[in-house]
C-alpha cells in the first residue's frame, strides 16, 4: 500500500510524453503493459504519465489489476503480456511476490518482463526479492521519479522485444532441425530402398571423376564386380578386368562418347575371379563451360544371367528351325512317292472303280497335294532369318513394284485395283523376305474378297524419324471381332479351306519376316464383309549410320 504523498513523490518530475523509438512491435500490435497495484489513484496516475509513450514504434496498451489474483487471470489469458509493474503488498503481505512464482513457475511465462514498485520495502528487502525471486526490476516508489520510471519501462519491453524474438528464431531454429531430421530421414531411407532396388535389379551406381581419375562404385557395383564395398578404382584398374577380346571395343566406344559429348553405353565380360560375367555400362558424360569432359555419371547392370538365356534360346531357336527344315524337306520325298503311287494306282484301276471309289481316290491325292504345299510353307518358313539374301539397302518401291508384278495374273483375275501412296524410302532389308511379305499381304487382299464385289487395295507408305510403316487395306471379307488374335499363329484358318484355298502360314510367314527385322505387325477389322487393314511398322535406319 502506498500514501498520496508518496505518488506525488513518485511522479513530480515525469514528462506528458516520452519516445525510444526503433522497430515498430510485432505485428504492428501495441506493447501492453499490466498494472497491479490495490490503490486506484497509482492506477490513475501511471495511465496519466505513460498513456503518450511510445517505445520502438509502438505505443503502450495499459491493462489495470487490482490484485495479484486478478493479475494471474489476466496474465493467463493474453500470452502477449510484454510488462508487469507489480505492487508487492495488496491482498496479503506478499501477494506480489507469490504472484512472481505463479507467472514463472506455473504459467511458465519467462518473458514477459516483471519491475516491483514497492513502497513498503520492509515486506520485499530487495537484496532477498532480486535474488530469490526471477524479476527484472525493482524500485521504490519514494526513489522513483518519472524518468527513472520512463527508463526502466523502455529498458523492460526492449528485453522483452529481444526475448520474443530469440524465442522465435529458437522456434524457427527447431522447425529447420525438424526439418533437416526429416529430410535425413527421408534421404536414408531412399538411399536403403535405391540399395535394395540396385540389388534385386542387379544394376549398381558409379561415377568416374576424370581430373583426378577415380571411380567411386555403390555398394552393388562393387558386388557386381567382387569387390570389397568402399572400392575406389581407376581406369586402368578396370580396363585390367575386362575380357582382353573386349578392351578394343570398349575404349574405342568410350572414346566416341567422349569426343562427341553423348551418353555412353557398351557391353562387355569382365573376369571376377575364374568366373566371366557380362556387364551393360551406361553413362552421361558431363563437360565444362568449354566443352571439356569432367566426370561421368553411370550405371552397371549385371547381364550375365540374360545373355545365358539368349544363348540358349538361340540355339533352341537354331535346333527347332533345322528340326522344321528336315522334317518339312524329308518328308516331301515319301508324300511324293504315296501321291505319284495313288495316281497310278487310279489309273490302272480306272475301269475297275465305280463313281464312290474314283471319289475316294480323289481325297487321297488332294490330300497329299495339299500336305505337301503345307510342308513347303513351313519350309519357307523355317527358312526366315536363316537362309536367303543378306540385308542390303534397297528401293522399297522397286520392291513393291516387283510384288505386284507377280502377282500380276491373281490382281487381274479378281479384277482388283490397287492404289499405292505415300513416301516411299529406301531401306535395309533382306529384299528376298520383303518381297515375300509384299506378295502374301496384297495377295491375301486381292484372294480373300466379297462375291461379286471388286477389291479395292490400298498400299500406302509412311515415314517418320525412327519408323517406317506400311498399311495394306481392302474391302474384302473382314475379320470377325474376337479372331483377330489367332491370324498370325501357324496352320490357324479362320475362313474354311472349300471357300478359299491357303495353307495356313502366309500371315504366320509374314509376322516372322517383320520380326526378324525388328518391328511389329497387326490387323485391324470392322467386322465380317467391312474389310481389313493390315499394319506394318518396321524401325527406320537411317543410310550412312
Known sequence: MSSGAEHDELFSAMPASGSADAAAPAGGNMWKVLLVDDEADVHAVLRLTLQDVQIEGGRLALLDAFSATEAASLLAAQTDIALVLLDVVMESDRAGLDLVRQIREQLANRSVQIVLITGQPGYAPQRDVVSGYEINGYWIKSEMNAERLFV??????????????????????????????????????????????????????????MTKDEMRLSAETCRIYGLPEGTIGQRHTYLERVCLDDRGGLEEAWQAALDAGRPFKHEHRIQVGKTLRHVRLQADVICDASGKPLRCVGTTQDITERKLAEEELRVSNAELEQFSYAISHDLRQPLRMISSYLQLLGMSLADQLDAERREYFDFAIDGAKRLDRMLVA??????????????????????LNEALLFLQPAIAEAEARVKVSGRWPRVFV???????????????????????????????????????????????IGIRPGQVGRLFQVFQRLQSRAAFEGSGVGLALCRKIVEHHGGRIWAESAGEGQGSRFCVALPLVREGA
Open 430 to 476: 533382306r529384299p528376298d523376305e520383303m518381297l515375300r511379305l509384299f506378295q502374301n499381304l496384297v495377295g491375301n487382299a486381292t484372294k480373300f474378297r466379297v462375291a461379286g464385289r471388286n477389291p479395292e487395295i490400298g498400299v500406302t507408305s509412311t515415314v517418320t524419324a525412327a519408323e517406317w510403316r506400311l498399311t495394306i487395306t481392302d474391302n474384302g
Open 378 to 399: 513351313l519350309l519357307e518358313y523355317s527358312r526366315v532369318g536363316r537362309l536367303g539374301e543378306p540385308p542390303a539397302w534397297v528401293d522399297s518401291r522397286a520392291i
Open 152 to 209: 526502466a519501462v523502455c529498458s523492460a519491453i526492449r528485453t522483452y522485444r529481444l526475448i520474443r524474438e530469440q524465442a522465435s528464431l529458437q522456434a524457427a531454429l527447431r522447425e529447420k532441425v525438424d526439418e533437416l531430421d526429416n529430410t535425413l530421414r527421408t534421404l536414408r531411407e531412399s538411399e536403403a530402398t535405391f540399395i535394395r532396388a540396385q540389388s534385386v535389379a542387379h544394376v549398381g551406381s558409379w561415377t568416374y571423376d
